[in-house]
Structures are given as structure tokens and as C-alpha cells.
T-cell receptor, first 114, second 112 residues
Framework: GDSVTQMEGPVTLSEEAFLTINCTYT??????LFWYVQYPGEGLQLLLK?????DKGSNKGFEATYRKETTSFHLEKGSVQVSDSAVYFC?????????????FGKGTRLHILP | GAGVSQSPRYKVAKRGQDVALRCDPI?????LFWYQQALGQGPEFLTY????????KSGLPSDRFFAERPEGSVSTLKIQRTQQEDSAVYLC??????????FGQGTRLTVV
């Protein structure tokens, strides 16, 4: 079945460092890909998305490019801030399904040190 | 309301007790999802509604879990005879069909 694999955390970086969180997926159809973020004490929020191959999603300085050839959707940010500390989830929704269910990875906890 | 609302936020249940968790989706959202999130894990899909129809319940872990959305708006997830392994955060999400899903803050269930 469809699945998402992302790098295990926690990831600890200093402020202004470059961030990459790896994500790969398995899907038999044509999935849309997402990154969700969960800040401490808050609910899941959509950070960015891409709906087809070579699309780039971006938001709040974060970017991810839908790479069909490598089945990847790695999250990147050029200069992280303390406020980016959160848990990040890579996810997919496979449009071949009759519902829109989202399949999540296990999450990567990110700690940014001042 | 402005977002997806879940109640209660926290629930402590004795093993064997029945619980009911409520979700108020964003008004007008057709799709509604329930997820279970164990500590340190990603959300796991439980069930999906399109309006009042439960189209997918493949993620419900046992027949002790039951969900309903009788009028196509508010949904209730019921767990009968709770067990310790049911302890988790239960998340509800809603969306317009094939659009961004908005999540509630979840109900943290602890079974003692």
C-alpha cells in the first residue's frame, strides 16, 4: 500500500543553519504530497503542498520539490529560526482512492538552538 | 466556527469504560476524517466520511471503535470497553472535497 518514509529525529540545528528533512514515498497512483507542521501545544497545520511532478511547494521560507523520478519530497529551508522548532510530517494523498485520506510519515522533531 | 473543534480536549477513562469523542468540522466541509496519533508517531488513518456516508473505515483497529456523522456535520467517535492500547491523541480533520484538510487540536485519551 501507499506509504511515507521520513528521516528520524530529533534534528538539532543552530539558528540560521540550513535545514533538510528527507522524505520518500511509495504510491501506486498519482499522489499529492504535503508537509504538515505541529508546533508545541497546537494542532497539525499544512505547511506546503505539491500536486504533480516537478511542482515546488513553498511557505514561510520552506520549500519542497515533487520529484517523481526519485519518489521524494525533501523539505528545505535556507536559514532556520528558533520559532521553527516543531514536529514536521511528510504526507501524501493518492487521488486514485475514492476518498482523500492522507497518509503520514512518523514525523521529524526539529530543535533550533539560539 | 473558525476551525475544527474537538471535545473534550482531555479524557481519562478507566479500562473497560466507553468513551465518546466529538468533532465539529468547519461549516460546509464535505469530508471528515478521524486519525489516531500515538505518542511520538505520525497520525494513523481511522475512518472517512463524505457528508453522512462513511466511505472508508478500513483504519478502525477493532469492532470496539465506531464512528458516525448522522447529519453530515458533527461527528462522534465512540470507543467501547476501552483498553490501555487505546491511549492516544484522536485527531479530526475536515476539508472541501479534494482540498486542504484542516485539523482540530485533538482529544488526548488516557486509559488507566
Amino acid at each position: 500500500g501507499d506509504s511515507v518514509t521520513q528521516m528520524e529525529g530529533p534534528v538539532t540545528l543552530s539558528e540560521e543553519a540550513f535545514l533538510t528533512i528527507n522524505c520518500t514515498y511509495t504510491a501506486t497512483g498519482y499522489p499529492s504530497l504535503f508537509w504538515y507542521v505541529q508546533y508545541p501545544g497546537e494542532g497539525l497545520q499544512l505547511l506546503l503542498k505539491a500536486t504533480k511532478a516537478d511542482d515546488k511547494g513553498s511557505n514561510k521560507g520552506f520549500e519542497a520539490t515533487y520529484r517523481k523520478e526519485t519518489t521524494s519530497f525533501h523539505l528545505e529551508k535556507g536559514s532556520v529560526q528558533v520559532s521553527d522548532s516543531a514536529v514536521y510530517f511528510c504526507a501524501l494523498s493518492d487521488r486514485k482512492n475514492r476518498d482523500d485520506k492522507i497518509i503520514f510519515g512518523k514525523g521529524t522533531r526539529l530543535h533550533i538552538l539560539p | 466556527g473558525a476551525g475544527v473543534s474537538q471535545s473534550p480536549r482531555y479524557k481519562v477513562a478507566k479500562r473497560g469504560q466507553d468513551v465518546a469523542l466529538r468533532c465539529d468540522p468547519i461549516s460546509g466541509h464535505v469530508s471528515l476524517f478521524w486519525y489516531q496519533q500515538a505518542l511520538g508517531q505520525g497520525p494513523e488513518f481511522l475512518t472517512y466520511f463524505q457528508n453522512e456516508a462513511q466511505l472508508d473505515k478500513s483504519g478502525l483497529p477493532s469492532d470496539r471503535f465506531f464512528a458516525e456523522r448522522p447529519e453530515g456535520s458533527v461527528s462522534t467517535l465512540k470507543i467501547q470497553r476501552t483498553q490501555q492500547e487505546d491511549s492516544a491523541v484522536y485527531l479530526c480533520a475536515s476539508s472541501l472535497s479534494r482540498a486542504e484538510a484542516f485539523f482540530g487540536q485533538g482529544t488526548r485519551l488516557t486509559v488507566v
